[in-house]
């Protein structure tokens, strides 16, 4: 079967460091997208990790183990506007979603 | 810049009538998916296309189908459109195993 788990709800103080985690049992792996969404509006594509370790993208980073089915997206310096889901996407065509992290960011 | 645009951004029908969603890509991507996401139930894949006339279902393409005629243009049918129906709609497109990019999405209202 295929299966991805992210926590349904986040919430971290503006400043702050964020980490949320993704966990998946997939039948086909070609990579491990992670996508932002803001409520009414599409995802937008923020990371992709195909090898093991750390993918750093400005106040973003996405890590990888392939050996363990795990991922996380860690956010720093925390903003209000990062306030969004968070979705973790695998797998080959179609990528399996993850339901989201709605992550709340509170001043 | 890849862009996916659909053809509303809001629509409102009426039982039984017969819909239309468009969907088109312009990056010549060969795979384009019509999802619908709901609160709670994350994004859920209804058909698929990998190829311009080919079509796979997804998870829940009951109610639904699909057309492909050219290689940018993915449409999602629903037949008779029913109340259960009414979901925010996402339709997106790839090439191979990169990025998967999505439209800006229709909310539809079936009263």
């Known amino acids: 079967g295929q299966n991805i788990d992210q926590p349904t709800e986040m919430t971290a103080t503006e400043g702050a460091i964020v980490q949320i985690n993704c966990t998946y049992q997939?039948?086909?792996?070609?990579?491990l997208f992670w996508y932002q969404q803001h409520a009414g509006e599409a995802p937008t594509f923020l990371s992709y990790?195909?090898?093991?370790g750390l993918e750093e993208k400005g106040r973003f980073s996405s890590f990888l183990s392939r050996s363990k089915g795990y991922s996380y997206l860690l956010l720093k310096e925390l903003q209000m506007k990062d306030s969004a889901s968070y979705l973790c996407?695998?797998?080959?065509?179609?990528?399996?979603f993850g339901k989201g992290t709605r992550l709340s960011v509170i001043a | 810049d890849v862009k996916v645009t659909q053809s509303s951004r809001y629509l409102v029908k009426r039982t039984g009538e017969k819909v239309f969603l468009e969907c088109v890509q312009d990056?010549?991507?060969?795979?384009m998916f019509w999802y619908r996401q709901d609160p709670g139930l994350g994004l859920r894949l209804i058909y698929f296309?990998?190829?311009?006339?080919?079509?796979e279902k997804g998870d829940i393409p009951e109610g639904y189908s699909v057309s492909r005629e050219k290689k940018e243009r993915f449409s999602l049918i629903l037949e008779s459109a029913s109340t259960n129906q009414t979901s925010m709609y996402l339709c997106?497109?790839?090439?191979?195993?990169?990025?998967?990019?999505f439209g800006p999405g229709t909310r539809l209202t079936v009263l």
């Open positions: 997106a497109s790839r090439q191979d195993t990169d990025t998967q990019y």
């Open positions: 997939t039948s086909g792996f070609n990579g």
């Open positions: 990790n195909v090898l093991d």
């Open positions: 996407a695998v797998g080959n065509t179609p990528l399996v």
């Open positions: 990056m010549d991507h060969e795979n």
């Open positions: 296309s990998y190829d311009v006339k080919m079509k």
